[in-house]
Every structure is written in C-alpha cells, then in structure tokens.
C-alpha cells in the first residue's frame, strides 16, 4: 500500500515513524515545514496572492505556496472505494439537473438575489435558454469533498463543486511532496 511505503521513508528507525504531529517535535515540524515549503516553490505548488495587485498579471508575481497537508492523512480504503463508487452517480445527477433550465432557474431564484455570480451565470443561461440553443456536447469537471466522521467511520460528502475543481492540478504535486519522501532527509537528522 501507498502509505505503508511512505512510512517506510520516512522512517526515523525501525520503530518509529512519522504519522502524525504527535511524533513530532516543534523542531522537526518547523524545519520540515521549511523544506516543504520551499520544495512546493521549486515544484509549482504554488496560487496566486490576492494580496498582491499584479498577481495573476505578470509571470511570477504574487505568488505563494497552495495550501496543503504537512503529512498525508491515512484514509481507510474502504471509504476511498465508496467515493470513487459515487462519483459517477453524482456526476449522473449534476448532469441531469443542468439540463432541466426551468428547475434550475426556479430552485436558484432566491441565490440569484444575494449572490452576484450566481445571478450573472443566470442570466446568462436565461438568455440561452431564450434563444432555445441547444449543446450536443457536455463536460462536466466535478469536485466531490468529504470527511470522515471519526464517531462513526462513515464518509460523509461536505460538498459537490462544479465550478470550483481547479486544485486537482495542484493534487498530484502534494502527493509527490508526501510520496517521493521529499522530507526524509530533514527527518533523519532528528
């Protein structure tokens, strides 16, 4: 299993290894919080800074490491195998509300009046439904989030995203950082 070869990196020795910050001291966790933070900048791991006025605007600029997870966060297969057995269920469902207009428009009609970018995305889906054109192809890019309720085991999905999947890109790099043991030479000083 892939967490059973990451623990092996990064262990410190036979008996012990690094999966959680209980097993670690504010030492290690702030250096290794270095090292993977200058690892995310060398890698792409890397979001663009609202802060900053030309972020997004000229290459480079305004930039800082995405959020991510020090240390992988074990998650029973079990859970993992019942996501993936949703997603497409999900994906089924999504893709059969956006093609019902009417019910969108009337179950959305309330967001439309508090949220600026639900109203624009509307209207603008009013105006096509009004000039009756119609799409023979669809792509649907969905982002399923879920937690594991520790009292009970189960998973429970806290969202369904369809607009907001851009940090997938992002994920593959976080697993690089946790798999390829990138922090196992800052581990083994200590």
């Known amino acids: 299993m892939e967490s059973e070869r990451y623990e092996k990196e990064l262990a410190v020795d036979s008996n012990k290894c690094i999966s959680s910050f209980e097993d670690v001291s504010p030492v290690l966790a702030k250096e290794l919080l270095q090292d993977a933070l200058v690892w995310a900048s060398l890698h792409g791991l890397?979001?663009?800074?609202?802060a900053v006025e030309s972020s997004g605007q000229i290459p480079g600029v305004g930039l800082v490491?995405?959020?991510f997870a020090l240390l992988p966060t074990p998650f029973p297969e079990g859970c993992w195998k019942?996501?993936?057995d949703l997603a497409p269920l999900f994906n089924e469902l999504v893709?059969?509300?956006s093609m019902d207009g009417v019910f969108l428009q009337e179950s959305l009609s309330r967001t439309k009046t508090v949220d600026t970018f639900?109203?624009?995305?509307?209207?603008i889906h009013s105006r096509i439904m009004k000039d009756n054109i119609k799409q023979e192809i669809r792509l649907g890019l969905h982002r399923s989030d879920?937690?594991?309720d520790i009292a009970t085991g189960k998973l429970l999905q806290v969202e369904l995203n369809t607009i907001s999947s851009s940090f997938a890109g992002l994920g593959c790099l976080v697993s690089q950082l946790h798999r390829l043991g990138n922090l196992s030479e800052t581990v083994k000083k200590y």
């Open 82 to 84: 019942q996501a993936c």
């Open 146 to 148: 879920y937690m594991l």
């Open 118 to 123: 639900t109203a624009r995305l509307l209207d």
């Open 65 to 67: 490491h995405a959020p």
């Open 95 to 97: 893709d059969r509300v």
């Open 46 to 50: 890397v979001v663009g800074d609202r």
